[in-house]
């Protein structure tokens, strides 16, 4: 699920608790850049997590790719 809250986009989605992850964001996915949100460590348990992107909201829309395992730093 993705949501706006103010000027912010907010996505939620299952962390499935010995996972890592990557949060990846673009405006125009067809372009083939992809920008790196936030990387999350392993929670523990399974949860609903609800994920702020700080990245500044320069459009009305966003897409974004959950990547596990998390991604190494570039």
């Known amino acids: ?3 706006v809250d103010g000027d912010d986009f907010v996505l939620r989605f299952e962390a499935v608790g010995d996972k890592s992850y990557t ?3 673009s405006d125009e996915p067809d372009s ?3 920008e790196r949100v936030l990387d999350m460590s392993p929670q523990g348990t399974t949860e609903t997590i609800d994920v702020l992107d700080p990245t500044p909201k ?3 829309k966003r897409f974004y790719q ?3 395992p998390q991604r190494p730093p570039n």
């Open 1 to 3: 699920n993705v949501g």
């Open 23 to 25: 949060l990846l964001g």
């Open 32 to 34: 083939g850049i992809w």
């Open 58 to 60: 320069t459009t009305s």
């Open 66 to 68: 959950i990547v596990t």
